[in-house]
Structure formats: C-alpha cells, structure tokens
Nanobody, 115 residues
Framework: QVRLVESGGGLVPAGGSLRLSCVVR????????MNWYRQAPGKQREWITT???????TYADSVKGRFTISRDNLKKTVYLQMSNLKPEDTALYYC?????????WGQGTQVTVSS
C-alpha cells in the first residue's frame, strides 16, 4: 500500500516562506517521479512542479523562481521550499506519484498567505 503524507503547511504573511514535506511509504521512492499540485478554493487542482528520479525539475510559470522542489531518497521525502509567497498561493497543497499505473495523492496540507 502506497501512502503519501504531507506536512509543513500553515499561515504566513505575504513575502514569507514555508517548506512542505511529503513522506512516501510503500514504494521504491528513489525511482519515482514526484509532483506537487495545489487546489485553491473554487478552482481546479493545478500542477506546480515535478522532480524525477535523476533530480531533473520542472516548474509552472506561476511559481518559477520562487518555489524549489527537492528530494531526499534516504528519507523517502520530497520537499517544496516556497519563498516570496503571495496571497494567490493560498491553497491546499498535495504531493502525487504514479505507482504501477495507479495514481496516489496525499491528504494535502493547507497553505494560507495573508496580505
């Protein structure tokens, strides 16, 4: 059974920073491509960043230059370092992976940025 558990969300003022974590259990983490998504109230879930097993990264334009994804294969954890946060970054943040063709999501962690 694959489980993804996010943590690190919270309330932060505009311009502040947060680091989210996602621990992966039950899968060979080191070979997995990992993704972060977010969903703001009343909006569709959107992809924001990906890191491959070889540490290649891609970012949505909305977060490029402000967010950094990284991974620690020994800890089976993927991180999302968020800086210069804006009120429009307020959302529920999810990590995501695919395992043998099945999609897995964490429960989400709330990030709220006050103006």
């Amino acid at each position: 059974q694959v489980r993804l558990v996010e943590s690190g969300g919270g309330l932060v003022p505009a311009g502040g920073s947060l680091r989210l974590s996602c621990v992966v259990r039950g899968a060979m983490f080191r070979v997995k491509t990992m993704n972060w998504y977010r969903q703001a109230p009343g909006k569709q879930r959107e992809w924001i960043t990906t890191i491959t097993s070889t540490h290649n990264t891609t970012y949505a334009d909305s977060v490029k230059g402000r967010f950094t994804i990284s991974r620690d294969n020994l800890k089976k954890t993927v991180y999302l370092q968020m800086s210069n946060l804006k009120p429009e970054d307020t959302a529920l943040y999810y990590c995501h992976t695919v395992h043998y063709g099945l999609t897995f999501w964490g429960q989400g962690t709330q990030v709220t940025v006050s103006s």
